[in-house]
């Protein structure tokens, strides 16, 4: 039972408890003279404030009338407390969800270069937690709104959200993704992580896709879908038990690298063409001087890795430096390489 109705329900409860002790009071103090139904409708106009008139003879029985003085004032107080409760429902959960709908519509058509996540369920909520602790604007995908809502809130309500199929066309449209730079598909059906890549190809070519692959047979069929890359929960799960037997040291030094819960990362930057970095070497590159990075390997654009690169190894537009840092420095070498402007001399 979720928060609001709860509250309904105690509110509820409280009126209910408020009119029959107070028609129990009535019968019981007016001595016979009126039914049980009578005591109970009478205890409805009364804290209802109608004003019918109270009860025939009622004058008899003095403190019938005082114990009918303080139940009005205590219903008075329970059906207060009952519409108050009502229109606070009202107000934050119809129309609060259509101005938060609406704000967060808004919000994500101005987004451009974002990520979009498909599904927030057991692999999908660290995706989202990665992103959220990396500062990237994310936009997740999910039928299940009380699951998005309760990750929002984990996140401290920021988060945007889409409600609805990511495997149809306008909800990854609602989601922003001809503007985004990359999806994760982390639905918990293969079929499902394919037609996600295949409509958010055909919507976006430009877009980076990486899927969650459950079997390994259909890594093949999502690639052909439109997946840049595949990653196996279950391959990766098994590699990671390996390295926890046989290597326990290396694999917690490279989990605090690639988290934001340590002071340092790794982190890939590219260098555009058009930046006045093109055709410099990494000793052109005042990285260490600006950043305090450490750059562990160049990303070819062939695909190729140079590990430990000579400082004077020139930049190709399409190169990512592989570096290893605090996170401000990352952001200073973006800034950096993305400058614009003719050769140095």
């Not at 959220?132 to 945007?160: F, S």
């Not at 306008?170 to 989601?175: K, P, R």
């Not at 877009?207 to 840049?228: C, F, H, Q, T, Y």
Request: charged share 25%; proline share 3%.
């Amino acid at each position: 039972m979720d928060l609001s109705t709860r509250r309904v329900l105690n509110a509820l409860g409280l009126l209910a408890v408020v009119i029959h002790v107070g028609a129990f009071g009535i019968w019981l103090l007016g001595a016979g003279e009126y039914s049980l139904f009578e005591a109970i409708y009478f205890a409805i106009i009364t804290i209802s404030t109608v004003g019918y008139g109270e009860l025939p003879h009622l004058d008899k029985h003095p403190l019938a009338r005082i114990y009918t003085g303080g139940f009005i004032i205590t219903g008075i107080g329970a059906i207060a407390y009952f519409q108050s409760t009502l229109t606070a429902l009202l107000i934050e959960g119809v129309i609060g969800r259509v101005w938060r709908r609406r704000r967060m519509q808004r919000q994500i058509k101005n987004l451009s270069g974002h990520f979009v996540v498909a599904g927030c369920g057991r692999t999908g909520k660290y995706v989202v937690e990665e992103l959220a602790a990396t500062g990237r604007d994310y936009v997740v995908v999910d039928r299940d709104r009380h699951l998005l809502e309760e990750l929002a809130t984990a996140l401290g309500g920021n988060m945007l959200y889409v409600v609805g199929d990511a495997t149809e066309d306008h909800t990854l449209l609602d989601a922003g993704i001809k503007t985004a730079a990359g999806l994760v598909a982390a639905l918990s059906d293969d079929k499902d992580n394919l037609f996600v890549a295949l409509s958010t190809r055909s919507l976006n070519p430009r877009v980076r896709i990486v899927s969650k692959a459950i079997d390994l047979e259909n890594e093949p069929k999502l690639l052909r879908a439109g997946a840049d890359t595949t990653v196996s929960p279950n391959r990766i799960g098994g590699h990671r038990l390996v390295s926890e037997l046989v290597r326990p040291k290396v694999t917690r030094f490279l989990d605090n690298m690639l988290r934001v819960t340590e002071n340092l990362w790794f982190e890939e930057v590219e260098i555009h063409e058009g930046s006045r970095w093109v055709g410099q070497t990494l000793r052109d590159l005042p990285i260490r001087d600006r950043t305090n990075l450490l750059v562990i390997a160049l990303h070819q654009p062939d695909g190729r890795y140079i590990y430990n690169p000579s400082p004077d190894l020139p930049l190709k537009a399409g190169v990512q430096l592989i570096v290893m840092g605090e996170l401000d420095g990352v952001e200073k070498l973006r800034a950096m390489v993305g400058e614009t402007g003719g050769k140095l001399k």
